[in-house]
Structure formats: C-alpha cells, structure tokens
C-alpha cells in the first residue's frame, strides 16, 4: 500500500506542476506576443483538448489531481509529515486541508473535460461565486473578510518559505543539478506567493465594498499587475513564476520525501 499511495502522491504533485507550468506558459506567451489576457486554471485546462489525445491527457491529469487530494488529506489529517504540535504546524494542516479541497475541484474540473461532460471552455470565475455564496450567510462580509486574510496570510507564508528555503527540509535535489533547481523552487514560491497576495486584497475588497464582483483569482491578478507601472515586465515576471512554480511540483514530484500513511495511520487517526 504503501509505495501505492507514494506512486499517487507523486503524480499528484506532478499534476498540479503541470496545471501550473500551462497557466505560467499561457500567460508567458500572452507577455511576449501580446494577445488575450491571462487565463485561469480551467482554461490552462482546456488548452490541454487542442493537442493529439487531450482528453486522454486531461484524464491523467485528473487522477494525478485525485493523488494530490489524496496526500494533502493524508498531511493534514494523519500528520504524514510528522510535523510538531504547535501552533504554526497546525496552521500548516489546516492550510493542507483547505489544498485538498480547492485542488478537489480541479480534479472535477479535469474529469468533467475529459469526459466531455461540459466544462471545456474557459469557465467562469470560481472566486466570484464562491465570494457570492459567503456573503449570503449569516455574517457574510465579515467571513470572506476572514477568508481574505487568510489568503493574505497563506501568501505571506509561501513567499517566506521560497526565500529562506525551507522547503529544502522536505527535498533532496541531485548534487549535481541541485544549485539550479534550488533556484526555480525558491523563485516559483516567491511568485506564487506574491499573485496570491494580490487575490487575498481582491477578497478583501469583495467583502468590504459587499460586492462578490470584486473577488478574483490568478488571471485577475496576473492583469491587475499588467495595468502598474512597468505592468508589461511585471506581468511577464509573474508569468515566468507561475511557471517556475509548476516545475517546482514537478521537482516535488520526483524528489519530495514522501512518507506514505499505512492502515494503522488510518485506524490511528479514526475516531472509530
């Protein structure tokens, strides 16, 4: 079981590198030739139906997605990382479960295409709805304002754990090429940090102004750079972390220590 669900981490990892090296390229290609916009996850997605067997492609991507879910349930719920009982490792666990959770729509989004079960085209944005969901609950604006901090929090934390390198703990890169990779890592968490940052303050104008229009999400982000001074290279630096970011799954995939749960983590960690 346990090399099984290690396969699985793996490739989820490498999934969701892929995802990441789509939506940097898209953007990349946007930067340099001009053209649309940035795009979201759901069309970095869909690109994926215009090339030989996409839909063959998508589905691989969906079950390395499915891994991915898998393994942050397994960190967050069964300590799989063995991490401490603090405080900040309890934020960690938490901040794993709520991965799991939006990385489990991308995995539905990747099936849903796959299966040509509709979802192929671009999609609408996913942060406007949910934001329009939270503040018809009862103390709306104040729980997305809640939500925005946290994201605000999440960024903050990413961009420190690219720039003083502690995510090194959980690696090992190749002697060879590990100066480089070492390089792509901390440069892609950075830039990833940075973009969720920028949707943490959209969030957080969604809940003050009560207006779900105002949320947004990466390609949001990516174009709100686009229009600051030196936007242009701004944007074509955000794109080019975006990528560095996906390699940096694909890094994880190959090279992260991953500690598979067995049975008795599972029956450990049931309340039954």
Known sequence: MDNSFET?????YIARGVVYLLLGGLALSSAIWGGEDAEGS???LSSLLGLPFGRVLLALVAVGLLGYVLW????SLLNADDRDHDLNDWATRAGQLISAVANLFLMFTAARMALAMGG???GGNGEETASAWLLQQPFGPYLLGAVGAGVIGFAGAQFWYGATGGYRKHLSLPSGHGSWLDRICAFGLMARGAVFAIIGGFVLYAAF??????AGGTADALDYVRRLPFGAWLYGLGALGLAAFGAYGVIQGLYRHVDAPDMGDVRAASPL
């Open 8 to 12: 699985l981490a793996r490739a989820g």
């Open 209 to 214: 102004t009560v207006s779900a229009e105002q």
């Open 120 to 122: 192929g085209e671009g």
């Open 72 to 75: 942050k349930l397994a960190q």
């Open 42 to 44: 759901s069309d970095a």
